[in-house]
């Protein structure tokens, strides 16, 4: 297995046993319907800007960790590529937006869909605990000369569901670095996921849905290989959407 140099201007790993490839971030910014095929699936147009939205950090878990997932909620996968900002980003053009990255992860955009189309907006449905893996180690930017001629691949349980390439986004790793740079300064460590391929569980006739023991894994062309275990967990009102 391949070791990469830690970039020195992003937040280390903690070494609690978390295996989490790099330190928190101060955010976690996600694209949305960035893959033109997906945002067919969906029934939707392509849209005319990047469609941001947010996770949290306590989504964060690496490879290996277990995907917690409340019992009976609808939850789905989605593969992705992560992009590590490696230096501060403000107001920066597309053309030199890849020169702030510090290196690349695969991700999992773990998603609750009943709680994202209930509201409306996707931040509760998107931020549960351990919606994030990421892993399995930070590849630094200068391996990975093209980040948008990558196969990007998620099989669930060994079997292939999403098989794409990033060749296939709407708006490539530096239109969003530098779309984003131009409303939120980007601090080194924050990462941003580029969007998901067509193939999700929802739109599958029948639709398809992670449930205890399944085993999920993103593989990205450079990048490795992310595998979790999805483990379910009682439900809490709050995951639930009932009030007092």
């Known amino acids: 297995m391949t070791t990469y140099t830690q970039s020195p201007t992003v937040p280390a790993a903690s070494g609690a046993g978390d295996g989490l490839p790099i330190g928190p971030p101060s955010k976690i910014i996600c694209v949305g319907l960035n893959y ?15 469609l941001l939205f947010a996770k949290w950090p306590n989504t964060l878990v690496g490879h290996g960790g277990e995907i917690l997932v409340p019992e009976g909620l609808r939850t789905d996968y989605e ?48 931020s549960l605990d351990t919606f994030c893996p990421i892993g399995p180690a930070m590849v630094p930017a200068d391996q990975v000369p093209d980040p948008q001629n990558l196969g990007i691949k998620l099989w669930l349980n060994g079997i292939l569901m999403q098989d794409s390439t990033t060749a296939n986004m709407i708006f490539s790793v530096a239109d969003i670095v530098s779309f984003v740079s131009q409303t939120a300064t980007l601090e080194p460590g924050d990462i941003i996921l580029t969007g998901t391929p067509a193939g999700v569980g929802v739109f599958r006739n029948p639709p398809v849905g992670l449930k205890d023991g399944d085993v999920v894994t993103v593989e990205i062309e450079s990048i490795g290989k992310l595998t979790n275990r999805v483990k379910s967990v009682q439900r809490s009102t709050a995951a639930a959407g009932q009030r007092d």
């Open 79 to 126: 593969a992705e590529l992560a992009v590590v900002i490696g230096r501060r980003a403000r107001n920066i053009s597309s053309d030199e937006a890849l020169d702030y990255v510090a290196g690349y992860l695969c991700a999992n955009d773990v998603s609750a869909r009943e709680l994202q189309f209930d509201d409306g907006q996707w931040v509760r449905g998107k």
């Open 36 to 50: 033109r095929d997906h945002a067919t699936e969906a029934g939707l147009d392509a849209p005319t800007r990047p």
